[in-house]
């Protein structure tokens, strides 16, 4: 795990400032995102889609001249070691 945080703050992440964002389910989709990872993913595409629009839009850009991007990580159980996956976002 250290090393991967050390890769991302030294090699993939830019010097520039981050925005977190979690997304947060209710424990019916926890579940099935758990069981169906594929949907997971449609969801995590339609955040990340949602995100990039937003920010690009509010720094006054396009879609043809700005550019964004993001790293994803699963939260797969909670605190109390319950199975809760979530999502949490840099971009």
Same mark, same amino acid.
């Given at each position: 795990m250290v090393e991967s945080t050390a =890769? =991302?703050?030294?090699?993939?992440? !830019?010097r520039e400032p981050l925005r977190q964002w979690v997304l947060s389910v209710p424990f019916a #989709? %926890?579940? #099935?995102?758990?069981?169906? !990872?594929?949907?997971r993913g449609k969801v995590l595409g @339609? #955040?990340? %889609?949602?995100i990039a629009t937003h920010l690009i839009k509010k720094a006054g850009l396009t879609h043809a001249t700005?550019?964004?991007?993001?790293?994803? #990580? @699963?939260? %797969?159980?909670?605190?109390? =070691?319950?199975?809760?996956p979530g999502a949490i976002s840099n971009s």
């Open positions: =890769l =991302l703050v030294d090699e993939v992440l !830019p #989709l %926890r579940f #099935l995102f758990a069981c169906q !990872p594929t949907e @339609i #955040l990340y %889609r949602t700005g550019q964004t991007g993001a790293v994803t #990580l @699963i939260q %797969r159980f909670g605190s109390a =070691l319950t199975k809760s």
